[in-house]
């Protein structure tokens, strides 16, 4: 209700600024409270017994309901803004991912996915934000046609609904793709015939909760493309607007093929 109620401008604050402090302070807790050493560079080297022991369970539990509840919330929208607010519910469960495993690889990930969520949140924010203010409409519905209207808009929101989905080889794709490679060298460093691999499941339904996702962002994307527009007059792009766009899309492509740097 507040993502939907409050501008814009501020929603996308409260979508990406929000988590990325949270997860920081998660992350910060978990290195310097779990783990048992920690080097001079703040990253740990070994972690105590209580921690192996009890939260790779409970933090994977959590990711679980947070991707499941948000994805399966976000299918029922009709507001655009609050399709993206429990869609970024549904990622943050992605980046817990990465803090279950207890590993460095993870906590790499949880900062190079936060990186990525940025900028494909605030691009999918900055073309909302355009259309709410030259069609006063934040409905799916009313995005029928935009393609045609206003090519800039549409081409950018769908790079980021791609990157989003985590479609390659855009930003997303890199940042699951840590967040599942964490998981799964996780999952297979565990020994044999020690019960039901969590990490494995934990990645299955991360997967499953991926496609669930592709379901309501296709959505958006058949308003676009697919669907005939009631009003066929073009829509100007601002400059600034067509600029935030562009700054925003250029490195959510470059990421997706040159992520190893960061």
Known sequence: DVYEGAPTPVTALLTVGSKAAGFAALVRFAVVTLSKTVNEVGTMETWSPVAIQAWPMALAAVAVLTMTIGNMAALTQTNIKRLLGYSSIAHAGYMLMGLAVLTRTGIEAIVFYTFVYYLMTL????????????????????????????PIAAVSLAVFLFSLIGVPPLAGFAGKYQLFVAVLRRGLDQPEGGGLNWYLVLAIIAALNSAVALF???RVLKAMYLDEAGDQVAIRVPPVYATLMILLAAPTFLLGVWWQPI
């Open 216 to 218: 309501y962002y296709a």
């Open 123 to 150: 691009g999918a924010f900055v073309v909302v934000s355009f259309v709410a203010s030259e069609l006063w409409t934040e409905d799916i519905a009313d995005y029928r046609g935009l393609g045609a209207r206003a």
